[in-house]
Structure formats: structure tokens, C-alpha cells
């Protein structure tokens, strides 16, 4: 059966899509990865039109409302990792993306106002007693805003990948071009982010 991890965040902008993306790539070396697109902009189903022959193969999928339990449970059947790019807010498919994963990952860009944002969605996976993890997506190096940023998520005592993501450009270049970062750029800063962030995932998979 497969690991199921839903990218989840109510505010628009965060880098969900892309970091679902890449993860999906990362995850592709050594397993099976299904893509299930349920965010109405469909940006996922977008990049993964682009991708070119020959490039690492991804299933993917776009179902929503009643469909979505039933074809997250043949997914789960026949793959070994799910990523669920979820709708930028709080609906009943998002609930059932959240219902349904092993793992849910919320990225939060450096401000408060993404990190409000995504109390909603934690809230949530406590409900639906799913593990929950944020990510810091897009950061600066360093700065006021991203450490006040981190100190607040200690204080509120949410849990977080010890990982960062930097606001880097490659990784918008290639998912311009249907690819991921370690396909364009494996030796890169941003692709060892991806791969620290896939082994945190790799350690809460068991």
C-alpha cells in the first residue's frame, strides 16, 4: 500500500505545487509515484503535460468531489508514494485529501500571514489525527522575518521539517519546463534541499 502525503495550505502563493512537484521526482528514484491534482487551478496537471519524453515517468490523476475517495484508494493500490496537490483552501475534497494521507505537508513561506493561514490546515490534520509536518518554502538565507517566522512556530509548538527550502530561481525554471530541479540541476543547492527534505520524509515513512 502506498505512503500518501497531501500538500496542504489554505493561502495561495506558498509553493505547494512545485514542492509537490519535485517531491514526486525525488520519491521516483526508487518507487512508484502517483500524482493526484485536486486544486481546481490544476497547475500540477499543467507541468506534468510539459514534461518531455524520457523523463522520470509520474502517473497522474484528476478526480474531485465523490470520485476522489475511491480513486485515492486505487492509487494507494497499485503505487508506492501519493502526492495529493490539494485546493488552496478548506473544502470538502481538501478534507478528504487530508482524511486520506499518511502525511500531510504545509509549506509556509517567511510571514505571518502564511503562517495563519496554515493553522486552518493543522487543525484539520489534528482532527483527522493525521501526521502534520510545515516546511519553510521559498526563505531567504537569513533575515528578522524568517527567524521571527520559526520562532513563532516554536512557540505555537507545530511541528516542522528541520529542512528549509531557499527561494530559488532554478526551481521555477525547470518547473516552467515540465521538469524538477534534480533533473535540470542535481548538483544544486535547491536540489539538496529537496533530497534533505525527502529523507525527513523517508525517516517519518519508517
Known sequence: MAFVITVAQQKGGAGK?????????????????ALLDIDPQRSLSRW????????????LSEVSGWRLAAELDR?????????????????????????GADLVIVPVQPSLPDLW?????????????????????????SGKLRERVMAEIRREDHAMFATVMGNRVGLATAFADGSSILETSPKSAAAQEIMALLAEIEALRG
Open 17 to 33: 505545487t512545485m514542492l509537490a512537484a519535485n517531491l514526486a521526482v525525488a520519491f521516483a528514484g526508487s518507487a512508484r509515484v
Open 48 to 59: 506534468h503535460g510539459l514534461r518531455k519524453p524520457g523523463a522520470v515517468a509520474l502517473h
Open 75 to 99: 492509487l494507494r493500490a497499485s503505487h508506492d508514494v501519493v502526492l495529493i496537490d490539494s485546493p488552496p483552501q478548506i473544502d470538502t475534497d481538501a478534507r478528504l485529501a487530508i482524511r
Open 117 to 141: 493561514a496554515a493553522e486552518g490546515t493543522l487543525k484539520l490534520a489534528v482532527a483527522e489525527r493525521r501526521l502534520a509536518r510545515i516546511v519553510l518554502n521559498r526563505a531567504p538565507a
